[in-house]
């Protein structure tokens, strides 16, 4: 099978070690025992995302703890692009702004801006699995947020921050939606782009939005990271 791919361009680089050992394993719950692996993260000098099973003391008064259960949804706050978001919301979120977290998986971000002090939260996903998870995770850390699952163009409501931490190429599909649920003077973050799809995949979409938004004034963030590493946001 290898060759038939080499034969049709595939190089040995792309196609990658076929190698692989069988190892017996004792029966256990994977779906608790990946929890082992998860601790505390300091997202910055102010934000900590907290598993919901240990125990924590606040390092700082104005520390900002976000505990989390993420279930089997996205979002855990050890992830770079899911940290960018949160940094953007800690920095550039004005206080009572209206915000929205388009794909908001565990409910990481919309609680973190609920924590910041917005006004009014809403997070939307595609996966009806996600909902409940997100709406326990807000209860655990004493905030209101409205979730359900929704899509970016069937939203009516406008949002002074919107945040989009999607894959690239989903980002670049719905940029149109995101526009139309912008205030005047608003920002979205986004997020989710790896550096090197940067130039081909996605920066073309948020051109086409420009254009299509003249005479409507906001601000975007686009937070980009390498494969292991955290480029910035820019």
């Known amino acids: 099978q290898r060759e038939i791919l080499k034969s049709r361009g595939f190089t040995d680089e792309e196609l990658g070690s076929w190698e692989f050992s069988i190892t017996e394993k004792a029966n256990e719950d994977w779906s608790k025992k990946w929890k082992e692996k998860w601790d505390v993260t300091h997202v910055s000098e102010r934000i900590t995302v907290v ?15 976000i505990r989390l259960e993420p279930g089997c949804a996205f979002g855990t706050g050890t992830h770079q692009t899911t940290q960018l978001c949160m940094k953007a919301i800690e920095k550039y979120m004005a206080k009572f702004a209206k915000m929205a977290d388009i794909g908001m998986g565990s409910g990481i971000l919309a609680i973190c801006a609920a924590k910041f002090h917005a006004s009014e939260v809403y997070g939307c996903d595609n996966d009806a699995t ?4 997100a709406t326990e995770n807000a209860v655990k850390n004493g905030v209101v947020c409205k979730f359900e699952l929704n899509t970016a163009d069937k939203i009516s409501e406008k949002y002074d921050f919107v945040c989009a931490n999607i894959l690239h190429n989903v980002l ?22 790896l550096d090197e799809k940067k130039p081909s995949q996605v ?16 601000y975007f963030l686009v937070c980009c ?10």
């Open 130 to 133: 996600v909902i409940d998870v």
């Open 51 to 65: 598993p919901d099973w240990l125990e924590y003391t606040p390092q700082r008064e104005d520390e900002v703890i």
């Open 203 to 218: 920066f073309p979409g948020f051109f086409r939005v420009l254009i299509g938004v003249l005479g409507l004034s906001f």
């Open 225 to 234: 990271t390498q494969r292991n590493v955290t480029s910035g946001a820019n």
């Open 172 to 193: 670049a599909e719905i940029m149109g939606d995101l526009k139309n649920i912008l205030n005047n003077e608003a920002y979205m973050v986004l997020s989710g782009i």
